[in-house]
């Protein structure tokens, strides 16, 4: 019994959990942000594919999503054998398998509410740079990234959050190994699944609880004060 | 010099005009929907017209024949907007020095604190757009434009959402804009006040198309512009200069081509050069120099042109030593009074002809004067 009453293996599963949600977070931070700012700025052929494709994850079964990685990144899989052989990474039964399908499952918030934060952006104020001389990046930088940063931040921490709690396509991709892909749900699973495992999934539970609250809390704290600063206040 | 020429369809409404100017401050003045916003749009770079071509003291910025667009953010055109547009997440200090971040480093030292004063902004500088009246926001706007170095500077009704009191405020400003700097200014509005106040040229738009080209005097006293203009609010301008201030009966002489003009007192030294738009309504016709009449004001002249309207007013053109004065009577009037071009007259100027859309605040007095004062 380690800290709080907290077992080694419990202690493991919430380092990896916190672990695999920041890297999915992060991780999926470029991507969503590219999507964002195509599917809401782009005039393009594909444009309500590209929408479909990364809406996906959020109305099919989750266990369709980690089957569908499995054959996509599994060892053998098209990618995953290419990505394994050819720059070494491998996904299959991997921490970072958890984070791959913890990133997809938290795609569609991320990238729904960048959206909407880009939707919102007066574009007169894009043009209104241009006459000052501003080229489109530097625009991009300096007038529409500060005001669409709220959305990137609530974006962030919904795909964070999203993480925390993923368990269908993490277990039918990567499954349940203590260690290396047993995070907190999977973790509170599998003591569900042992006669007298109840204590340890209520501890569990209760750490899940705060650090939802404390994640909830941060979100909130954080967006007012880009809102705020992105309002001129 | 600044030569413009744009055609461009918008659904059902299509821009063709073309107009020529020289430097100073050519106003582009029409109705909302004339095409006025969408001219300066094209000047400015924020659309590809479907042809055209735009020329800014030699520099070429659009032309689509020989397939030339030089993008926004490379035509060094200055843009006030409407609304301001300041970018809420800088603060003013920043909004102001936001364009000479792209601007080249150009001999003559930092016009920063120049401009800073010349707007009169020094003590908002760490203030937020947010907490900025109307009026301020509008003169950071300009400083924000004036500081991007623009070789022409565009203006969009940048009083338009102002109220009497702050305009006020920005006319001075935009004057010694005019004045003070060397930089040609395009200066959109629907204000017949602001246009007889600030323009040196003036183009008047009407669906799209260019009605007239040409100094701001001459326009305003053509008649078939009425109908463009708006009736009420039609009239001419006299440039005139303050001869004399008569104390006792708290009156300011102003010296026209034609004689004499007395008005409410002004604040202003003997010498100064005022602009007066005396309105078309504001006028009444005499055959003979009248006597035992209160107004204070009447000018001799001849009648040049009379242009019938719709119904029983006519417009009449007079001309005072060279300058128009533009009236408007009954048909019948001029019947009674056998008006023909070429017949000798009086122009009586209403003395009751207080005028609130006068430029309050600017010239002080100015909101109690005869007819409307534009200092200039």
Same mark, same amino acid.
């Given at each position: 019994?380690?800290? *709080? ?6 202690l ?16 999926s ?9 195509l ?6 052929? /594909?444009?309500?594919?590209l929408?479909v494709?990364?809406?996906?994850p ?59 934060? *880009? ?20 625009v ?6 500060p ?28 499954s349940?190994?203590? /260690?290396?892909?047993q995070?907190?749900?999977?973790? *509170?699973?599998?003591?569900?699944q ?8 209520l ?7 705060? *650090? ?22 | ?25 050519? !106003?582009?003045?029409? +109705?909302s #929907? ?9 000047i ?12 800014? =003291?030699?520099?070429?910025l ?7 667009f030089?993008?926004?953010?490379r035509?060094r ?38 401009i ?5 902004? $020094?003590?908002?500088l ?8 109307g ?6 706007a300009? #400083? ?18 102002? =109220?009497? #009191? ?12 005019r004045d003070?700097t ?24 009407s669906?799209? +198309? ?16 009425f ?13 005139? @200069?303050?001869a004399?201030? =008569?104390?006792?009966f ?8 034609? #004689?004499?003009?007395r ?37 001799? $002249?001849?009648?040049?042109?009379i ?9 009449? @053109?007079?001309d ?9 009577l009954?048909r +019948? ?22 005028d609130?859309?006068?430029? !309050? ?8 004067? =005869? ?6």
């Amino acid at each position: 019994m380690g800290l *709080i009453g907290l077992t080694p293996e419990e202690l493991t599963a919430i380092r990896l959990s916190l672990r695999v949600a920041t890297a999915a977070m992060l991780g999926s931070l470029p991507v969503g942000l590219m999507a964002a700012m195509l599917l809401a700025r782009g005039r393009f052929w /594909g444009r309500s594919l590209l929408n479909v494709v990364v809406h996906l994850p959020l109305v099919m079964p989750p266990v369709v999503t980690g089957y569908l990685l499995l054959i996509l990144f599994g060892r053998h899989g098209v990618l995953g054998e290419f990505l394994a052989d050819r720059l070494g990474v491998v996904f299959a039964f991997r921490w970072t398998g958890a984070a791959l399908a913890s990133a997809v499952m938290g795609l569609p918030l991320m990238v729904r509410s960048m959206r909407l934060s *880009i939707d919102s952006v007066d574009r007169r104020l894009e043009d209104a740079a241009a006459t000052l001389g501003a080229g489109r990046v530097w625009v991009w930088l300096t007038v529409t990234l500060p005001l669409i940063l709220p959305g990137i931040v609530a974006g962030m921490i919904l795909s964070f959050a999203r993480a925390l709690g993923e368990f269908g396509a993490t277990i039918t991709f990567v499954s349940n190994i203590p /260690g290396e892909t047993q995070t907190l749900p999977t973790a *509170i699973y599998t003591f569900l699944q042992v006669p007298g495992g109840e204590v340890g999934a209520l501890r569990l539970t209760a750490v899940a609880v705060a *650090i939802s609250i404390a994640a909830l809390l941060a979100s909130e704290a954080v967006t007012q004060r880009a809102s705020r600063r992105a309002a001129g206040l | 010099m600044l030569r413009v020429s744009v055609t461009h369809r918008l659904g059902s409404f299509t821009l063709d005009a073309a107009f020529d100017s020289e430097n100073g401050l050519t !106003a582009l003045f029409g +109705r909302s #929907g004339a095409g006025k916003t969408s001219l300066i749009n094209a000047i400015a770079g924020l659309y590809r017209p479907d042809r055209g071509r735009i020329v800014v =003291d030699g520099t070429v910025l659009t032309d689509t024949s020989a397939g030339i667009f030089v993008p926004a953010h490379r035509r060094r055109v200055g843009y006030v907007f409407q609304e301001g547009r300041l970018f809420p997440h800088l603060n003013v200090r920043q909004n102001l020095l936001y364009g000479s971040w792209f601007a080249p480093r150009e001999a003559g030292g930092n016009p920063f604190d120049r401009i800073v004063e010349l707007l009169g902004i $020094g003590g908002l500088l760490a203030r937020r757009p947010a907490n900025l009246s109307g009026g301020e926001k509008q003169r950071v706007a300009i #400083g924000r434009a004036l500081l991007s170095q623009p070789h022409l500077l565009v203006m969009d009704e940048p009083l338009a959402s102002l =109220d009497e #009191g702050r305009r006020g405020e920005i006319f001075p400003y935009i004057e010694r804009l005019r004045d003070e700097t060397r930089v040609p200014i395009v200066y959109v509005s629907h204000s017949i006040a602001e246009v007889a106040r600030l323009a040196t040229t003036l183009v008047v738009l009407s669906e799209g +198309r260019v009605a007239a080209v040409g100094p701001t005097a001459q326009v305003m006293a053509r008649l078939d512009l009425f109908p463009l203009t708006g009736r009420a609010e039609a009239g001419a301008i006299l440039a005139t @200069r303050v001869a004399a201030h =008569d104390r006792a009966f708290g009156l300011t002489v102003l010296k026209v081509a034609a #004689g004499e003009l007395r008005v409410p007192h002004l604040d202003l030294p003997v010498g100064a050069a005022l602009r007066v738009r005396i309105r078309a309504r504001d006028v009444m016709i005499a055959l003979e120099a009248p006597a035992g009449l209160s107004a204070l004001n009447v000018l001799p $002249g001849t009648v040049a042109e009379i242009v019938a309207g719709e119904g029983p007013i006519v417009q009449m @053109r007079l001309d005072c030593a060279g300058e128009a004065l533009i009236a408007r009577l009954t048909r +019948r009037s001029v019947e009674t009074l056998g008006l023909v071009p070429g017949k000798r007259v009086h122009a009586v100027i209403k003395s009751i002809a207080f005028d609130h859309h006068a430029f !309050a605040g600017a010239v002080p007095g100015a909101a109690s004067a =005869d007819a409307e004062i534009a200092e200039g």
